[in-house]
């Protein structure tokens, strides 16, 4: 069931008994629930970007922008009144573009609002290019206990082929900076990038690991689909390079004592990224900001939402309450593919339990998929856990595949 979409206005919210009708599912309990928050500026379009962002012209609307967001969250408070908010994720964008004084508002504004978890993880996305002495320090200040900063590699060349506005050794400024800031803070880096060699990408892996980072969030360069590279592909590194460059960060990170808990992050002894948990345990998320995504469980259904994504015409809507684009209903033949895409990225997988729980689906939904899968040794399981088998984990797409609606 999808709400009709008024590109220019954006959708008024639904009255929260819209929500709570009759259904088709049958939910004993709501999953936990976090908070994400889209500031959709950055300094310039990186080539292989596909998220919500728009390069900034001038000086930013941080005042207005903070005031929408603000009037988007009060909006939504109806639909998770009463529920505790166990984490919270500022991402974008280049969120550092905000200033430190702009961040300590938002959370205020936030705290005034929302029940949060004591010890909430407020996570923030940093880049290099936007570092400037002491500027960590005051977002820790402001209330942000971890920091992940997009280095995605030390190497100037490399760089400069990612289209990404800071250099080597603003990269090295800025991780030592976070270091000394926070104790949790992670570093996004990629490989397979354009011309990369196996020794080129032991060295990125040597450098970041010489900060002793408690959290390595780790991504093969993909080309995405309406992005600068799709229509310019650069030469990429083969599949069978990828693959090796892979199996030595794995090597590299076990031995500096990190453990590859998910498909794409590697982490110290608690300091696994729980914001990101959450999502991967199918967990409940209310996304504010230009082009968040929402998934939000009500007693007979899953909701998923989405706000407008252009930054003005969000503001415009945000403040007169019509911030949401997309609204529907999470068809209940694709629930177990929807949960599967998530639970099967985790190392430990997931319980037979959770997904009886957040889907409102008896696991028989998916004893077939399940089936084929141990038979294809992508998974195996107990009689109440299913986990990816290392073949699993190589093969995720496959695995996660065998759970779509037919």
């Given at each position: 069931?999808?709400?009709?979409?008024?590109?220019t206005s954006g959708s008024a919210p639904r009255d929260v008994q819209h929500y709570m009708r009759a259904g088709l599912l049958q939910l004993t309990s709501l999953p936990p629930l976090s908070l994400y928050v889209h500031l959709p500026w950055c300094l310039r379009k990186c080539p292989y970007c596909d998220f919500n962002s728009h390069e900034s012209r001038g000086e930013l609307p941080e005042a207005r922008y903070l005031d929408a967001l603000v009037a988007d969250l009060e909006?939504?408070?109806?639909?998770?009144?009463?529920?505790?908010?166990?984490?919270?994720?500022?991402?974008?964008?280049t969120p550092s573009l905000f200033s430190p004084e702009s961040i300590d508002r938002l959370l205020g504004d936030i705290?005034?609002?929302l029940r949060l978890e004591a010890g909430c993880e407020v996570t923030l996305e940093a880049n290099p290019g936007t570092f400037e002495k002491e500027r960590f320090r005051a977002y820790r200040g402001a209330g942000v206990t971890r920091l992940s900063v997009g280095v995605q590699s030390f190497n100037d060349r490399h760089l400069k082929a990612l289209g990404r506005v800071h250099d080597r050794a603003q990269a090295l400024a800025a991780v030592e900076e976070a270091a000394q800031a926070f104790e949790t803070f992670n570093l996004d880096i990629m490989y397979a990038l354009p011309g990369q060699t196996p020794a080129e990408?032991?060295?990125?892996?040597?450098?970041?690991?010489?900060?002793?980072?408690?959290?390595?969030?780790?991504?093969?360069l993909t080309i995405e689909p309406n992005t600068y590279f799709a229509k310019h592909p650069p030469a990429l590194p083969e599949d069978d390079q990828a693959w090796a460059m892979l199996d030595r960060i794995t090597e590299m990170t076990g031995a500096a004592g990190m453990a590859r808990y998910e498909v794409s992050a590697y982490a110290r002894g608690g300091h696994q990224c729980q914001h990101n948990r959450n999502y991967w345990q199918f967990g409940d998320y209310l996304g504010i900001g230009a082009g968040a995504h929402s998934k939000l469980s009500f007693a007979h259904r899953v909701v998923r939402q989405?706000?407008?994504?252009?930054?003005?015409?969000?503001?415009?809507?945000?403040?007169?309450?019509r911030a949401i684009a997309q609204d529907e209903d999470v068809r209940r033949a694709d629930l177990p593919f929807e949960f599967m895409l998530n639970a099967l990225r985790?190392?430990?997988?997931?319980?037979?339990?959770?997904?009886?729980?957040?889907?409102?689906?008896?696991?028989?939904?998916?004893?077939?998929g399940l089936q084929e899968a141990e038979a294809k040794g992508l998974v195996t399981r107990d009689m109440g856990r299913v986990r990816?088998?290392?073949?699993?984990?190589?093969?995720?797409?496959?695995?996660?595949?065998?759970f779509l609606s037919d």
């Open positions: 069931m999808s709400i009709p979409i008024t590109p909006a939504a408070l109806p639909l998770i009144w009463g529920r505790t908010v166990q984490t919270i994720f500022i991402g974008g964008g705290r005034a609002r990408q032991e060295e990125d892996m040597r450098q970041a690991l010489a900060f002793a980072p408690p959290h390595l969030s780790i991504y093969h989405v706000r407008l994504r252009d930054p003005q015409l969000y503001m415009t809507g945000a403040l007169a309450g985790l190392r430990e997988g997931f319980a037979l339990q959770d997904f009886t729980e957040r889907t409102g689906l008896a696991v028989t939904a998916i004893a077939k990816p088998t290392e073949r699993g984990f190589d093969f995720l797409s496959d695995l996660q595949a065998l």
